[in-house]
């Protein structure tokens, strides 16, 4: 026969296994949770980076193309010959088309403070700075201008986007889980 005892034991253990049940099955639940919410945020911090990406290449195929006209008038110059008109035309329409997509370049750096990666913003400011100084600078004013600076304009804003992907790429690696 079955005592008091025997059932109170009984129910204790059966209380207390499931005590413990419950209390591990939501610790799982909540780390799964925590986990599943942490790859999510990687994948969208991921998805930004690569929009990002995309923006400041819209910017910098623009810029190339400004820069090629660019060097195209300084050569032209130093065979004492006239650029033609419709070039200055097309220059023209190249630094509207670079001031257009501005803003696509600014839409890069919101997302990049938004996702508080703040070095990468920093790059970013400062290629869009040098990009911007070329931009200004006016060629019809500027007599002195030889290739081999021209090259070196290119060549330190290419140094710039460098880093600014070499930022990138090391926050694409991140892993949040």
């Known amino acids: 026969?079955?005592?008091?005892?025997?059932?109170?034991?009984?129910?204790?253990?059966?209380?207390?296994?499931?005590?413990i049940t419950a209390v591990v099955t939501y610790w799982h639940a909540k780390q799964k949770a925590k986990t599943e919410s942490a790859k999510e945020y990687e994948k969208r911090h991921r998805t930004l980076l690569e929009q990002?990406?995309?923006?400041?290449?819209?910017?910098?195929?623009?810029?190339?193309?400004n820069w090629a006209l660019a060097v195209e008038f300084v050569r032209v110059r130093?065979?004492?010959?006239?650029?033609?008109?419709?070039?200055?035309?097309?220059?023209?329409?190249?630094?509207?088309?670079?001031?257009?997509?501005?803003?696509?370049?600014?839409?890069?750096?919101s997302k990049l403070l938004l996702i508080n990666e703040t070095e990468a913003y920093k790059k970013t400011r400062e290629l869009?700075?040098?990009?911007?100084?070329?931009?200004?600078?006016?060629?019809?004013?500027?007599?002195?201008?030889?290739?081999?600076?021209?090259i070196e304009i290119r060549d330190n804003i290419r140094v710039i986007r460098?880093?600014?992907?070499?930022?990138?790429?090391?926050?694409?690696?991140t892993n949040f889980t």
């Open 128 to 150: 869009g700075d040098a990009i911007v100084k070329f931009a200004r600078m006016n060629l019809k004013a500027r007599t002195h201008l030889e290739e081999r600076e021209m």
């Open 78 to 109: 130093s065979q004492n010959e006239e650029w033609p008109q419709e070039r200055w035309s097309k220059l023209d329409a190249v630094k509207e088309e670079l001031f257009s997509a501005f803003s696509e370049f600014t839409s890069a750096e």
């Open 162 to 173: 460098d880093e600014l992907y070499k930022t990138l790429s090391s926050s694409y690696q």
């Open 52 to 65: 990002v990406a995309n923006q400041i290449e819209v910017v910098n195929h623009v810029y190339l193309k």
């Open 1 to 19: 026969m079955t005592t008091l005892i025997e059932v109170l034991d009984t129910a204790v253990k059966i209380g207390l296994g499931a005590g």
